[in-house]
């Protein structure tokens, strides 16, 4: 679990990030609503750049191995790596792990801790993160990002940047709680090496005996405070979206239904790189990436199924979830 700490050997090229411009495009979709499907389909088009698991793992080192052209060997040791670890999946999705697997850019906040969300003493590390991914990418690409944290934050990244472009992706929200709480006690019952290569505060709560009881006790099933935590998460995020959608202007943003990605992924990706404007993509095989799985509903969210639909109307009744 330990990681030896490694120098910045990124700092003498600082000056490579001067005057770099990039666009940004956020995915905004709550905690396990699809967007790491859907960050993969639309960078399986190779028209964006996108923070991978090769710029959150050697981050301090980026640049360095750019300039003197070590990337491709980089990437292929951090390869080697997982395969001597034995990491071939994400354990709370089975999403297959490589270098180039599209990641969160929450990773990378300062002082991110178990809430990784956008904020004033943490911006200034997203901006170097989107300046050093794009410095060392196809400067011509938007740049697209992912940190399901800032779903119920987009006005703020807005803010921040300007420029910015959203695609919203919905999914029924008794799925997604449905889908929290199953991958919050996987995460939190073994320790995932991938996930701790990542994730600072993840590795370092794996090291505070008394903390990863307290907080294994309370993602368990144990007198419903899990089911509680991830609906009042879900609930707050739709209410947000609700609330707060309006005042984007039209130009700024657009809606995509999970479901639909799983039914007609290409058609979805080319909404989208329509919306974006990207003119010319080559063609890739996006309906072979879709993997559904079944539909496994925990005990406890059945039996208060319509208690928390009830909580979610609005939302549910916006976008015409079925009952």
Known sequence: MVQTPVANL?????????????????????HRSGTTMLYQLLHSTGCFNAVTAYHIIKYDEILANHVTRAEPAAKDALARKFAQLGLTQRAMDGVEVSPDLPEEYGFRLRDAGPRPFLRSGNVDSLRELCRKVQRVSDPARPLLLKNPWDVANFMYVKAMFPAARFIFLHRDPIHVINSQLKATRVLFSEYSVYHGMLDAWYRQLFHQPLRLAATRWLFSGSFGIALRIATRHVVRASRYFLEHVGELAAADYVNILYDEVCAHPQACVDAILEYVGVQDHADSAIADMIQPRPLDLDPEITRHRVRIRERLRDYIDYFGFPE
């Open 10 to 30: 990124d700092h003498r090229h600082r000056q490579l990030l001067d005057g770099v411009e990039f666009q940004p495009v956020f995915i905004m979709g709550d």
